[in-house]
């Protein structure tokens, strides 16, 4: 039962918005960094952002800086992709995964590392 679910995803036009989140379940959120990845079809998988555990330090990607921002929520065991002036470039199935980045945390029950299914991220007109 230890996993990460997506969710967010959809259509939406150039300039747009959406916000994805990244729910756990089965273990805490509180000692993990996320990561967020994207893969378009015809590329290879591309990390997005990371966010670190406990201070939330905060990794991008230069295709994204400026227009996402990565956030945790440890009392709902959430963490939150925000896109905006989304554009076509953008079109990806994104995934949310545990990853070691920024400050280092050593869970209780050891380190799992969980990709969640992925979430469809359209941008067309």
């Known amino acids: 039962q230890v996993q990460l679910v997506e969710s967010g995803g959809g259509l939406v036009q150039p300039g747009g918005s959406l916000r994805l989140s990244c729910a756990a379940s089965?273990?805490?959120?509180?000692?993990?960094?996320i990561g967020w990845f994207r893969q378009a079809p015809g590329k290879e998988r591309e990390e997005v952002s990371c966010?670190?555990?406990?201070?939330?330090?905060?990794e991008y990607a230069d295709s994204v800086k400026g227009r996402f921002t990565v956030s945790r929520d440890n009392a709902r065991n959430v963490v939150y992709l925000q896109m905006n002036s989304l554009k076509p470039d953008d079109t990806a199935v994104y995934y949310c995964?545990?990853?070691?980045?920024?400050?280092?945390?050593?869970?209780?029950?050891?380190?799992?590392?969980?990709w969640g299914q992925g979430t469809l991220v359209t941008v067309s007109s």
């Open positions: 089965g273990f805490n959120l509180e000692y993990y960094g």
């Open positions: 995964a545990t990853k070691q980045c920024g400050l280092i945390i050593v869970p209780p029950g050891g380190y799992v590392e969980v």
């Open positions: 966010i670190s555990p406990s201070d939330g330090n905060t």
